[in-house]
């Protein structure tokens, strides 16, 4: 047994390059484990460099990591998480110092489909999250499609927290250079969602936000941040009328009163919404001759549901306001007509009716026949 | 009274009576389907919506008992044509048995206000009441309303070539504010005028046996009585007492009919009220 170890130590004394390691497991034998890590190359005095001779001091100086990482620790340092009692190096890099792995292994705390419990460990924490004033994000996104496709599925290209937030320079969205900036969101979902980038930029909310104007709708106005949803899920375009319709409020209000609105209302997905006239990501005015609803391309619009819909059928106004006498007389009059000819036929009916019940109820046959009810 | 000892009158053919159910039946249907459209956005409308099978379902049955009314009323404008033109009755088109409306109406309506008011008798009524004329013809307004711009949102693309485009705006508001017509003068007003005034509650079985008897006829069609006992018309409209399964199946479903037009009349109110 004896002559095994000491083959063992040769070997790893071979193996190691150099005696100073050794030397720190024949005390510190609980640090074997750190070959194992990321930093399994280096010498323990690689990071403990305040020790250079055995026997050393009872206190040392902390390791700082920051001597061979300066860039990440310089980013660090200028990040949202640069607060007192924020997080160290260790918080996401594993507690452990010793058994720091690097982010593509499977194991490691930053490892993609790890990372959203990493984060989460404070940003999922109802105490923390008041006490710094952070949004709870960790359960929204973890049933988000993002947080569903890389934790179920293992898909490692969905968005994990680093992928909108960055790791080391984490900036606070008001931070006009944070990725999850306003300005910025387009170009940050865009790094994946590539398409969908190009035809916001084309499309009016992109030209709007090109121009600098502060109401243009960005990915997040529409799609949330972390709770958003696959597009083909019905729960979500449940909610994607009255999302528009925050901004375009008339528009809200004149769809209110049509077909495609009472279905959708009954909560149905056979009928048309903002998005199936309007397009999602590319909605141009009609007044551009690209738009989908511009009159050259109506035809072609009504017709994805409406078979063999044509220049007249398109005259149709899926946003035609009945108050509006100057634009919509047709409509405007016949509402008045309908609502005066319901009200005064019901209304007088509903007396008659009244009347006779009472007439019926109260005399002596209860009405029953024209010869025994005169009056006496 | 003894029931064998009663004399009955036909009152409604059979024809007549398959109608007034197909009628009620479609009627009813579409009444149901169409009134969780229009009032969509109560959130037990949306319940309701799902569990009768989706919009898929609403809209099919909708057109179904759609088509069911078209061809009820259709063949009833039949019959009458076939009456007018071929019989040669031009009873149909005048006098006490036609629907057309005549002067005795008028003074019916004021005799009938007159008596409600404790100013005058019941008035004597001949074979149809103003309010049963009322009835009739309303379907002849509801169809024109309703069922037109019904198929011209149903067939919009074919109706498009024919009138404008924008009149599609116009027909859903016909259409919607027609049926809410329609619907409050069926469940309020004709279901009271005919089955629950106090005189006929809880059901006027006559549309559903087809007779009524010698003294509901002496009460309620005093004038047409009085005429055919006069001619000796009578005899030719006398009939044998309904028989009981008759009398009970429209009792059972009548009262079913008339229940579910007033829940409906119910949840139609609620909802508008909170729209």
Not at chain 1, 116 to 129: Q, S
Not at chain 1, 188 to 196: A, D, I, K, L, R
Not at chain 2, 126 to 133: I, L, M, P, T
């Amino acid at each position: 047994m004896k002559l095994w170890i000491a083959a063992f130590l040769a070997m790893s004394l071979t193996a190691a390059g150099g005696a100073a390691k050794l030397d720190c497991l024949s005390c510190h034998s609980d640090k074997a484990s750190a070959k194992d890590s990321v930093h399994g190359g280096l010498n323990c005095t690689g990071c403990h460099t305040a020790i250079a001779a055995f026997p050393h001091p009872d206190k040392v100086a902390p390791v700082n990591c920051a001597s061979c990482h300066s860039g990440p620790a310089e980013t660090l340092s200028q990040s949202v998480h640069a607060v007192s009692g924020g997080p160290s190096c260790l918080s996401c890099h594993g507690g452990d110092p010793h058994a720091i792995l690097a982010s593509g292994d499977p194991k490691a705390s930053t490892y993609a489909a790890n990372l959203p419990r990493t984060c989460g460990a404070c940003h999922g924490n109802a105490k923390l999250a008041k006490q710094f004033g952070l949004a709870e994000v960790y359960s929204l996104y973890i049933d988000s499609i993002h947080g569903f496709a890389l934790t179920q599925d293992g898909l490692l290209v969905a968005a994990s927290c680093s992928s909108c937030h960055g790791s080391h320079g984490i900036l606070s969205s008001k931070n006009p250079k944070s990725k999850t900036n306003r300005a910025n969101v387009p170009a940050t979902c865009g790094t994946c969602h590539g398409g969908p980038l190009r035809a916001y930029s084309s499309g009016i909310h992109g030209q709007m936000l090109q121009a600098g104007s502060a109401e243009a709708p960005v990915c997040t106005n529409c799609h949330t941040t972390h709770e958003i949803a696959r597009v083909g899920n019905a729960e979500f375009q449940m909610k994607t009328t009255a999302t528009c319709g925050g901004c375009h409020k008339d528009e809200l209000a004149t769809y209110r009163d049509t077909f495609h609105a009472q279905v959708s209302a009954l909560g149905f997905r056979q009928t048309a919404r903002c998005w199936d006239c309007h397009g999602e990501h590319a909605i141009l005015p009609a007044s551009d001759p690209k738009s989908t609803i511009a009159p050259a391309h109506l035809i072609e619009t009504c017709g994805k549901c409406h078979t063999g819909a044509n220049a007249s059928f398109v005259k149709y106004d899926p946003h035609a306001d009945s108050h509006d006498v100057a634009h919509y007389p047709g409509l405007h009059y016949a509402t008045l007509f309908m609502n005066f000819l319901l009200v005064s036929v019901l209304g007088f009916f509903v007396l008659h009716t009244l009347l006779w019940f009472f007439r019926a109820r109260f005399s002596h046959n209860h009405g029953a026949g024209p010869d025994e009810s005169r009056p006496e | 009274m003894d029931e064998a000892n009663t004399r009955f009158y036909i009152r409604f053919s059979l024809t007549q009576r398959y109608l007034h159910w197909a009628l009620a039946g479609t009627f009813l249907g579409l009444a149901f389907t169409g009134l969780q459209l229009r009032f969509s956005t109560a959130p037990w409308i949306q319940t309701i919506a799902h569990a009768v099978g989706g919009f898929g379902a609403i809209l099919f049955f909708h057109k179904f008992f759609a088509v069911g009314l078209t061809i009820t009323f259709g063949y009833h404008l039949l019959m009458l044509a076939r009456g007018i033109l071929v019989e040669r009755d031009w009873g149909l088109l005048w006098g006490p048995n036609s629907m057309m409306p005549r002067w005795k109406d008028i003074q019916d309506f004021i005799g009938n206000l007159k008596w409600f008011l404790y100013l005058g008798p019941k008035p004597k009524l001949d074979r149809f009441a103003y309010w049963e004329k009322l009835d009739y013809w309303g379907v002849f307004w509801g169809m024109g309303i309703i069922g037109l711009s019904g198929y011209a949102m149903w067939f919009g693309s074919f109706f498009a070539r024919l009138i404008p485009g924008s009149w599609l705006n116009i027909a859903l508001v016909l259409h919607g504010e027609e049926a809410i017509l329609a619907t409050g003068w069926i469940f309020i007003v004709h279901f009271f005028n005919a089955h629950l005034r106090p005189e006929n509650f809880p059901m006027d079985l006559t549309i559903f046996t087809g007779r009524l008897s010698e003294e509901e006829m002496k009460k309620m069609h005093r004038e047409e009585y009085d005429r055919l006992a006069a001619s000796g018309g009578l005899q030719a409209i006398a009939a044998d007492p309904p028989p009981r399964w008759l009398n009970n199946f429209g009792r059972v479903i009548g009262t079913i009919a008339v229940l579910a037009g007033i829940v409906m009349l119910v949840f139609m109110a609620v909802a508008f009220v909170k729209e």
